[in-house]
């Protein structure tokens, strides 16, 4: 008997056997484990992402959801308040307005390789990806140097679930708060002197002549501290293992890093970190067989439909020539991840720098440690050897 | 299904079937038409799944929204008075036919 617990350590080393399954045998499966839907097709996740009237997000997007968050930030509003928010920020965030970024990005990057002179092997997650998300995101929020290491601790932590209980431990959840304390900090200090940043832009905002909510103001940058750090330092790791685990692309990279974005692009298809956020249905909808009930919530699996052989040729091989438009690594409709181009732009750079110190390195581990997380899948060390 | 053609700028011509409810978008980027990117993933995020959209068409279209408009100014084909972002545009049997031309660049 075919069963689907996104919490288990096994499921985690290894999604993708599980998935084929759910989309050829149960496309519309209900996880007892995780309580909700599970979609798995690539066409109906697209169907549901379209259909925000009916797959509401404002009752949380996180499969495990975090205590009073659902509803306070851009991920868990609904359109058309979500729009008014959104809009608010995607300016500051496309691919134009953000030249500002490549050289302190590449400045991290080269500081934090200095720093691994001389090794034989280092920590991809703990030594590289974290450390120059960090960096990005405390420029790119201008925010006091002091408290780094913490801040990047409690958001690794803040996106975990105890795979055991199935719940947010209260580590999880204290990790969660101090962040919103942190941010709620930050946001106080930016009222009394705003500067020109995307977060005094933002806390100044007003929508329909009205100033936005506390709440919602500390969630949302909350959230935004969250994918900064951790959502593209996991981005960056599955892009490293992908490059260690499949030489062949890792010399073309090196020796061509023009090749650098498609490569990217099909990592983000192939498997991306953000592999499963939720919905909860507005009305009952029949879909495959199954009747489900306004109030409902769904699973959508972005890894599971990346893999769709209905959408994608071959869809297990790892091919940097496939130029996988439309894939849902980065989410998609309306919610689709607002980080897009930073994460672009700084995975890019970040390899650029990466290749050109280390042309080769390889996996040091056999097993990985993965991220105990119901939404997110990226290792939590990535030792590779460069010697 | 409602049927959308695609004009490449080249004038290679497209006829795609699409479900009801996706986007223009969508249409042409799961279908291998390389004139529309979408980068952002339909979020109106990047302004390069810019089309132009047939005059039959366009008073059949809901006014672009403010983001829609913003995002529109960000083009690198020029804007013109039938220009549309093919991600906020949702097909529906309303709009069966279509006909939507590509711009000469998205980014």
């Known amino acids: ?387 | 299904m409602p049927k959308v053609t695609y004009i490449e700028h080249n004038g290679a011509e497209h006829e795609i079937d699409l479900p009801d409810g996706w986007t223009l978008m969508q249409g042409a980027t799961l279908n291998g038409i390389d004139g529309i990117e979408g980068e952002c993933g339909g979020s109106c995020g990047c302004a390069t799944c810019h089309v132009y959209v047939d005059e039959a068409f366009l008073s059949k279209l809901d006014a672009p929204s403010e983001n829609e408009e913003e995002m529109l100014e960000c083009t690198v084909s020029p804007r013109e008075s039938n220009s549309r972002l093919g991600c906020q545009i949702k097909v529906t049997d309303a709009l069966d036919g279509i006909v939507v031309r590509m711009p000469e660049a998205q980014s």
């Open chain 1, 1 to 387: 008997m075919f069963r689907f617990d996104p919490y288990s350590p096994e499921f985690d080393a290894d999604p993708f056997p599980a998935y084929k399954t759910l989309r050829d045998e149960h496309p519309c499966y209900w996880s007892e484990e995780a309580g909700m839907w599970v979609y798995s097709r690539y066409a109906d996740i697209v169907t549901a992402l379209n259909d925000w009237q009916t797959y509401s997000s404002a009752k949380g997007n996180l499969v495990d959801e975090l205590p009073n968050r659902a509803g306070n930030t851009l991920g868990t509003t609904d359109p058309p308040r979500h729009d008014r928010l959104r809009a608010l920020i995607q300016k500051a965030v496309t691919k134009r307005a953000l030249d500002h970024i490549v050289e302190p990005c590449r400045t991290a990057c080269q500081t934090h390789l200095d720093a691994l002179a001389g090794r034989s092997s280092f920590d991809f997650v703990n030594d590289y990806s974290s450390n120059v998300t960090v960096d990005l995101l405390f420029y790119l929020f201008n925010l006091p140097k002091e408290g780094q290491q913490t801040v990047r601790d409690k958001a690794v932590l803040m996106v975990q679930t105890d795979p055991k209980t199935r719940q947010k431990a209260p580590e999880h959840i204290a990790a969660y708060e101090w962040m919103a304390n942190y941010a709620a900090e930050l946001v106080a200090e930016r009222k009394n002197n705003p500067g020109d940043d995307l977060m005094s832009n933002f806390i100044t905002a007003e929508i329909d002549g009205e100033k936005l909510k506390d709440r919602e103001v500390q969630l949302t940058v909350t959230t935004l501290i969250m994918a900064g750090i951790e959502s593209l330092s996991g981005f960056m790791s599955v892009f490293a293992l992908n490059l260690a685990d499949h030489a062949d692309a890792r010399r073309r990279l090196a020796a061509d890093p023009s090749l650098i974005p498609d490569a990217m692009e099909e990592s983000l298809r192939y498997n991306t970190s953000a592999q499963r956020f939720k919905r909860c249905l507005q009305r009952d909808v029949e879909i495959h067989g199954q009747q489900m009930k306004a109030g409902d919530f769904i699973m959508l699996a972005y890894g599971a439909a990346n893999r769709d052989e209905r959408q994608f040729e071959n869809p297990d091989v790892y091919d940097i020539d496939r130029k996988p438009k439309g894939h849902l690594g980065f989410g998609g409709g309306v919610h689709a991840c607002l980080g897009t181009a930073i994460a672009r732009l700084a995975c890019k750079v970040a390899f650029e720098e990466l290749l050109a110190r280390y042309p080769a390195f390889e996996r040091v581990e056999e097993t990985l440690p993965w991220v105990p997380s119901s939404n997110f899948r990226s290792p939590m060390r990535l030792e590779l050897s460069v010697g």
